[in-house]
């Protein structure tokens, strides 16, 4: 089977049962999870001003940033190659636990890495941290409908955003503060502490999902050719068998989807072009304090999300509908609009509210985009979000290098405007391939923000 951005989505709706204790008992283990992730969000934002520091205090070259930059991202890329295939032979909890424990224990190795090894730590630091947030976030979103229901996803996804969003701000907030106050081995300690925290919470949850967990069907339900059956990970195959390079690609191949995942990948592109100019922007603002912009940027954006995830959930309470794929187009071509007036040059007061446009708009896009992946079948699920993953790392590690290089002659506008233009350009597109399968089908798309997502509570 393919699975169209417009296709009915014919399962049937699987009971928010929570558990043996009900759809209430569900949601509340569920926060305890986010908030558990939230915590280790917070020490893995801290860490990456932290970190970046104390690669270039140890080796005194700039150059060693941008390859500890570069393994951290390299390692998502693998893991988001096998993020699918572990998901078929474990259960997306020990993924989770697993996770955190590795990120822990390698923090901890730092710690106590004496001094003539530290750069060997810091390079296992970026390849774990890099891994295992990875294989961390698809677990999470692929096994949500199994913790609370199809029904509650889009809650659970805007809930999980939330909680990153505003562990980012204090994550970088503090940074300075903490390494300026206590120093570096303290941080490296709190985000060890995090990671330790994240993985109590997953431990004690009774959590279902993942490729092992309560919906994966058995091998022997069959398949219908082309490693897109109705088996664990949609082909033939051992028990326990992790490589499913059937499913991995059936995912990539599903008409509308792999459109989907490519403007993800245009869509990291252009993230990595305001991350990068954004300090250059500041520190022509104000030179002697380029961090202040920086900082109140940031904050506006998480308030933006923050805001945006609120007006989600309400619109999903009261109307019992997704805002859809087409959400994702949208909200790319604003959000994407938004960054490019950001360093147009307006007065202040103009440019947080473009701040927190931004924000608002890359909240509705992350929901959308995640709740809609979160439809597949079970077993095609976790090889759609890994490939979302790998794609979207490379998109942001290519960006990365071609930006730095484009900042040397451009200035930021110039070099958002172009990086996001793209991102423009195709949202457009995916936009006009959702409306065109809407308009030969004659009827509203199930997933296009008038499908009804269950009981409204």
């Not at 608002?360 to 992350?366: C, N, P, S």
Request: hydrophobic share 50%; glycine share 14%.
């Amino acid at each position: 089977m393919t699975h169209d951005i417009d296709e009915t989505d014919d399962r049937p709706d699987r009971t928010p049962d929570g558990g043996p204790d009900g759809p209430a008992h569900g949601e509340r283990r569920y926060r305890f999870l986010v908030a558990g992730y939230a915590l280790s969000s917070y020490g893995t934002f801290l860490n990456m001003v932290a970190l970046n520091l104390f690669v270039y205090e140890t080796t005194g070259r700039a150059l060693a940033m941008g390859l500890f930059m570069a393994v951290r991202l390299g390692s998502g890329f693998v893991a988001g190659l096998t993020a699918g295939g572990l998901l078929v032979r474990f259960t997306a909890k020990s993924l989770m636990l697993w996770t955190n424990v590795a990120q822990a224990a390698v923090m901890l190795l730092l710690v106590f890495a004496p001094e003539g090894l530290r750069f060997a730590a810091l390079m296992a630091v970026s390849v774990v941290v890099g891994g295992c947030g990875t294989l961390f976030m698809v677990a999470l979103r692929s096994s949500i409908p199994e913790m609370v229901g199809d029904d509650r996803r889009s809650w659970a996804n805007s809930l999980s955003i939330t909680g990153r969003s505003l562990a980012m701000v204090a994550g970088f907030a503090s940074a300075g503060v903490v390494v300026s106050l206590v120093g570096y081995t303290a941080a490296f300690v709190v985000d060890m502490a995090t990671f330790v925290v994240c993985a109590v919470t997953v431990a004690l949850l009774p959590i279902p999902g993942g490729g092992r967990g309560k919906d994966a069907r058995p091998e022997s339900e069959g398949h219908s050719g082309g490693g897109t059956g109705k088996g664990r990970a949609g082909g033939r195959g051992k028990p326990g068998r992790w490589r499913r390079p059937g499913a991995f690609l059936a995912s990539a191949a599903a008409p509308g989807l792999g459109l989907m995942v490519v403007l993800r990948s245009v869509d990291a592109f252009g993230s990595s072009s305001h991350n990068a100019a954004l300090p250059v922007h500041s520190a022509g603002l104000d030179a002697s304090h380029p961090a202040v912009f920086v900082s109140a940027f940031w904050c506006l954006w998480a308030l933006g999300n923050v805001a945006a995830q609120q007006v989600i959930q309400r619109y999903v309470k009261h109307t019992g509908r997704t805002v859809g794929a087409p959400g994702f187009g949208y909200g790319t071509c604003l959000m994407s609009g938004a960054f490019i007036l950001a360093f147009a040059g307006f007065p202040s007061a103009a440019t947080a509210v473009i701040a927190l446009a931004a924000g608002a708009a890359d909240g509705l896009t992350e929901v959308s985009y995640t709740s809609h992946l979160q439809t597949l079948p079970a077993g095609l699920r976790g090889h759609a979000f890994g490939l979302s993953a790998t794609l979207e790392n490379l998109g942001f590690g290519v960006g990365m290098i071609l930006v730095a290089a484009a900042l040397d002659r451009y200035s930021p506008l110039t070099v958002v405007a172009w990086s996001h233009g793209a991102a423009v350009v195709v949202a457009v597109v995916f936009l006009i391939r959702v409306s065109g399968t809407r308009g030969r089908a004659g009827v509203p798309a199930p997933h296009s923000g008038t499908d009804r997502v269950g009981p409204v509570r």
